[in-house]
């Protein structure tokens, strides 16, 4: 991700949903992303996601997803970002 803002002017958006597609690990990638630098987050949230017609295995479920935001942003504000 460094060398990717390095080279482009273009915000950089992280999509740990599809890149992991693996629930328990999307949260980790996320705060990863927000770490090393990441200008945005697309993160897939469904109130059942086991019965999605569609990325179901790779939807947060809407308190995941606020807990995950929250540690967000503790993450950003540590890296002198704002979510």
């Known amino acids: ?3 990717v803002k390095e ?3 273009l915000p ?9 597609g ?3 690990k999307i949260a980790p990638m ?3 992303a927000v770490a090393a630098g990441a200008d945005g987050l697309i993160i897939e949230v469904h109130h059942d996601p086991d019965h999605a017609l569609s ?3 790779q ?7 606020d807990e995950l935001v ?7 504000e540590v890296v002198g970002r704002k979510v």
Request: glycine fraction near 8%.
């Open 1 to 3: 991700m460094p060398v």
């Open 7 to 9: 080279l482009s002017h």
């Open 12 to 20: 950089v958006i992280v999509d740990p949903s599809h890149g992991v």
């Open 22 to 24: 693996i629930r328990n």
């Open 30 to 32: 996320a705060r990863a």
């Open 55 to 57: 990325d179901g295995a």
């Open 59 to 65: 939807s947060l479920y809407p308190n995941q997803f």
């Open 70 to 76: 929250g540690q967000i942003r503790t993450i950003a």
